[in-house]
């Protein structure tokens, strides 16, 4: 677990806030992936994380750009379109003990790279999985992109006539273990889930919506700024308590009344708590979160916070029975199948 940082100038490490940042961002100025980089560098300067134990990953679109742009100590991989679950795969098998921080997009996701979304979730990779999600291709000038509204129109390619994929919908339905929904313009909120992400044992998904101020920003698109400082319902307020504890008590299964608070338990010994402010939504349940998105989508709401969470499962490396010592650190010897083990091999294909 990370120590716990000292509410100051610098952290528990000795760093400031600026020894997390990275490059100046080229990104279109109110963009809001910078305010996401930005609760990265906060998150990351507040809970004290050691830079050389993160390695950072993406694919393409200007979301993958951003790694650039926060944590210039940390290790970093831009892989091919869609293709960053792949490489943290990889990565991560090879080196149990980073963390991992991945930043993709709604069209990095939901199209080229949607199949290799669902297995990594089903495999249960050790990574956060950040979507800044805009409903746009930005860098091919603003297309529609699979999550874009049903029935939007864009001035340079009409309207859309298909419905919007919702990737933290899908993230549930594969078998993720923690998926939450923010805005970047709620930057309390996106920093408070991004600390109990990257607490968490397994896959998180932190689909944020973004606005893209160049293609995507008119009023009636719900990816756009207005709509979302108008119309985003938090389904509770988020407390992230470092290194608390919580004593151990029965599951609870009544559905938690306004006003309300529950905690919910990191792996690592934090803890989020959430106080409900008026919407009925337990976390803990598969289904009513399902059902949550589903009414969300029927509804046209923009509902934000800690969507669903459950005990961690066994993590990729587990489930392939990998030693605990990262494989990056065994020796030619320990890696190589003796000359008798390959023998014995071949002889049961004979």
Request: hydrophobic share 35%.
């Amino acid at each position: 677990m990370p120590p716990k940082a000292n509410i100051g100038k610098t952290n528990v490490l000795g760093l400031e806030r600026a020894d997390y940042k990275g490059l100046t961002s080229t990104l279109c100025p109110g963009c809001g992936h910078d305010s996401i980089s930005n609760q990265i560098i906060s998150m990351a300067f507040e809970m004290g994380l050691q830079q050389h134990n993160v390695v950072k990953f993406s694919g393409i679109g200007c979301s993958s750009k951003t790694p650039a742009y926060f944590l210039n100590g940390s290790h970093g991989f831009n892989s091919l379109h869609g293709r960053m679950p792949s490489v943290a795969t990889g990565a991560t098998l090879a080196n149990n003990r980073l963390i991992a921080l991945g930043v993709s997009g709604d069209g990095d996701t939901g199209s080229i790279g949607f199949g290799q979304f669902k297995h990594m979730i089903r495999r249960n990779v050790p990574i956060v999985y950040i979507i800044e999600n805009n409903g746009v291709y930005g860098l091919t000038k603003g297309q529609f992109s699979a999550t874009a509204d049903e029935g939007q129109k864009l001035k340079y390619y009409g309207e859309n006539p298909l419905p919007a994929i919702d990737l933290a919908l899908e993230a549930i339905i594969g078998g993720c273990t923690f998926v939450a929904r923010s805005f970047s313009g709620d930057a309390k909120q996106v920093q408070t889930l991004l600390k109990a992400a990257i607490s968490h044992r397994g896959t998180a998904v932190v689909d944020i919506i973004s606005p893209c101020v160049t293609f995507n920003n008119d009023p009636q698109s719900n990816k756009s700024y207005d709509y979302g400082k108008k119309n985003e319902i938090p389904l509770h307020h988020i407390d992230f308590i470092q290194g608390g504890f919580v004593p151990a008590r029965e599951e609870i299964t009544v559905e938690y009344g306004e006003g309300e608070v529950i905690d919910v338990n990191m792996h690592d010994g934090s803890t989020i708590r959430l106080k409900k402010l008026g919407r009925d939504h337990d976390p803990r349940s598969r289904a009513r979160a399902i059902a949550l998105l589903e009414e969300a989508q029927r509804e046209q709401t923009f509902v934000t916070g800690l969507l669903y969470y459950e005990e961690p499962r066994p993590l990729l490396g587990e489930t392939l029975h990998l030693v605990e010592e990262p494989l990056a650190n065994l020796s030619d010897d320990q890696l190589r199948p003796s000359r008798e083990a390959l023998d014995k091999l071949m002889h049961a294909f004979m």
